[in-house]
């Protein structure tokens, strides 16, 4: 049974920063594109970077350019995002997920497996 688990939100001031974890456990995790989303109240949920099996290139959604950085640890079966200089504006509920199919993915509709979501909150 595939399990993915987020770690590491929390309350921070705006200009601070957070890493956030998945860990992931009954999946073959190095064949899976990585990817993290966001969510926030009365919004869609929202790409935010993914990066590639293999090769682990990355992609970031125009909200995370320049301030967020995802990576991962095959062998330790988790991914990070590295988020610097927050905003008010990025206050959501973080979600990991896993995409067997896809290289490199931005869509949610891909993604096979998700994690329950981590809260990140941003006061100013």
């Known amino acids: 049974q595939v399990h993915m688990a987020e770690s590491g939100g929390g309350l921070v001031q705006a200009g601070g920063s957070l890493r956030l974890s998945c860990a992931a456990s009954?999946?073959?995790?190095?064949?899976?594109?990585l990817g993290w989303f966001r969510q926030a109240p009365g919004k869609e949920r929202e790409f935010v970077a993914a990066?590639?099996?293999?090769?682990?290139?990355?992609y970031y959604g125009d909200s995370a350019k320049g301030r967020f950085t995802i990576s991962r640890d095959d062998a330790k079966n988790t991914m990070y995002l590295q988020m610097n200089s927050l905003k008010p504006e990025d206050a959501a509920v973080y979600y990991c997920?896993?995409?067997?199919?896809?290289?490199?993915?931005?869509?949610?509709?891909?993604?096979?497996?998700w994690g329950q979501g981590t809260q990140v909150t941003v006061s100013s």
């Open positions: 997920a896993a995409d067997l199919t896809s290289r490199l993915s931005t869509w949610s509709r891909e993604y096979d497996y």
């Open positions: 009954g999946l073959t995790f190095s064949r899976y594109c």
């Open positions: 990066i590639s099996r293999g090769d682990s290139n990355t």
